[in-house]
């Protein structure tokens, strides 16, 4: 089955200056990697996704990048604000099936 | 969160004792997910359903846990005879086809155990 990895466990930055979150994955098939945040006890809420099909998206201060060839793909924030202070999880599926969460990475913006 | 109502919050049960956990995915959405979450760790699949059908139940227990999506009502995830290690959070999401669609994800349902 599917192998998610994420870097780093933990990562705090400054405010203002940019976080970056990278996870690969091991099944070829898979074709669809979301990002989710996570605050202490929510669910996981959707900040971005991306597609097989597509090399980069942004949205406002975020970005994800994938590199379908290496297996990888990477989260970028800018720009960061305390409020971007969670865990956040990549996820990649083929299609409609389940996710394979990533471990989280805890992030803390240092005001 | 995003819509999908999961009761309750939280829920505490004896050993041996059975835990009923209810899910109501978006409205328009078909398709029910559910994850489980330990402390400090990221969510791990259990069992996918549509109305009345289980569609991947790869990552349930064999034993002692089920799950159902009926035509009418929430979906439920039961979990018999309860142990120490069933201790966790357990998060539904719904997405609305057999395509690519993002998942959302309700607040999930903290199960303790004494």
């Known amino acids: 089955g599917e192998n998610v990895e994420q870097h780093p466990s933990t990562l705090s930055v400054q405010e203002g200056d940019s976080a970056v979150i990278k996870c690969t994955y091991s099944?070829?098939?898979?074709?669809?990697f979301p990002w989710y945040k996570q605050e202490l006890g929510k669910g996981p809420q959707l900040i971005i996704d991306?597609?097989?099909?597509?090399g980069e998206k942004k949205d406002q201060r975020i970005a994800v990048t994938l590199n379908k060839t290496a297996k990888h793909f990477s989260l970028h924030i800018t720009e960061t604000q305390p409020e971007d202070s969670a865990v956040y999880f990549c996820?990649?599926?083929?299609?409609?099936?389940?996710?394979?969460f990533g471990t989280g990475t805890r992030l803390t913006v240092i005001p | 969160n995003a819509g999908v109502m999961q009761n309750p919050r939280h829920l505490v049960r004896r050993r041996g004792q059975e835990a009923r956990l209810r899910c109501s995915p978006m409205k328009g959405h078909s398709h029910v997910y559910w994850y489980r979450q330990l402390p400090e760790e990221g969510l791990k699949f259990m069992v996918y359903?549509?109305?009345?059908?289980?569609?991947?139940e790869s990552g349930m227990p064999k034993e002692r846990f089920s799950a159902e999506f009926p035509k009418e009502g929430p979906s439920i995830l039961r979990i018999q005879q309860v142990v120490r290690g069933d201790s966790a959070a357990y998060f539904c999401?719904?997405?609305?086809?057999?395509?690519?669609?993002?998942?959302?994800f309700g607040d999930g349902t903290r199960l303790s155990i004494l």
């Open positions: 996820a990649a599926s083929r299609g409609a099936n389940n996710l394979f």
């Open positions: 099944d070829s098939a898979s074709n669809y």
């Open positions: 999401a719904s997405s609305p086809g057999t395509d690519i669609r993002p998942q959302h």
């Open positions: 991306i597609r097989s099909n597509v």
């Open positions: 359903l549509q109305k009345e059908n289980i569609i991947d």
